[in-house]
Antibody, heavy 128, light 110 residues
Framework: QVQLVESGGGVVQPGRSLRLSCAAS????????MHWVRQAPGKGLEWVAL????????YYADSVKGRFTISRDNSKNTLFLHMNSLRAEDTAVYYC?????????????????????WGQGTLVTVSS | QSVLTQPPSVSAAPGQKVTISCSGS????????VSWYRQLPGTAPKLLIY???KRPSGIPDRFSGSKSGTSATLGITGLQTGDEADYYC???????????FGTGTKVTVL
């Protein structure tokens, strides 16, 4: 069965860095695009980043662009989120999620992105 | 600030029906496929509807999705206490080149 297990969360001071990991199993990791989605305490879902199956294409939310980097190691079935210059507003539970497709799928000008499996999340708290 | 607007809450008695609207624009819902997610308290979100109106295996036909123009709707019939959760719509926004979620709707079973 598909499993996604996030790790690496914790308490970090503003301005510091943190790296999250997502270990995937139960499917051919290298065939699927992957995402990070976050949820601040008591708030709604916010998409963070997308990476294609081979890491060649990456997309970011404006709120994290230039500070966060999504990457993957297909040999280790692992997804990463490198977070730099962390701010208090980055405090959230971070989920990794599998995309149904190998990359951003836009057929006939219509894009189709959805998350068919999610991890349990890891909490990142940015505080001094 | 989300670009997709949902009502903050909806409620109904057990066995009744609720609908949740998701309003967007031509660059997101108008041109792209919509999906819906349910998040039970303290758990990760789960896919309910994809491709505007398709259900993954294991999701009962009490859940339905539709799309018209720049709006989408999730319907839940035969409401059960276990349906109390937060529900989110989502789609790709071709102008932002980013995925966007709705503001979320809390369903309460009276």
């Amino acid at each position: 069965q598909v499993q996604l297990v996030e790790s690496g969360g914790g308490v970090v001071q503003p301005g510091r860095s943190l790296r999250l990991s997502c270990a995937a199993s139960g499917f051919t990791f290298s065939s699927y695009a992957m995402h990070w989605v976050r949820q601040a305490p008591g708030k709604g879902l916010e998409w963070v980043a997308l990476i294609s199956y081979d890491g060649s294409d990456k997309y970011y939310a404006d709120s994290v662009k230039g500070r966060f980097t999504i990457s993957r190691d297909n040999s280790k079935n692992t997804l990463f989120l490198h977070m730099n210059s962390l701010r208090a507003e980055d405090t959230a539970v971070y989920y990794c999620a599998r995309d149904r497709w190998a990359s951003l799928y836009c057929g006939g000008g219509r894009c189709n992105v959805y998350f068919d499996y999610w991890g349990q999340g890891t909490l990142v708290t940015v505080s001094s | 600030q989300s670009v997709l607007t949902q009502p903050p809450s909806v409620s109904a008695a057990p066995g009744q029906k609720v609908t949740i609207s998701c309003s967007g624009s031509i660059s997101n819902i108008g041109n792209n496929y919509v999906s819906w997610y349910r998040q039970l308290p303290g758990t990760a979100p789960k896919l309910l509807i994809y491709d505007n109106n398709k259900r993954p295996s294991g999701i009962p036909d009490r859940f339905s999705g539709s799309k018209s123009g720049t709006s989408a709707t999730l319907g839940i019939t035969g409401l059960q206490t276990g349906d109390e959760a937060d529900y989110y719509c989502g789609t790709w926004d071709s102008s932002l080149n980013a995925y966007v979620f709705g503001t979320g709707t809390k369903v309460t079973v009276l």
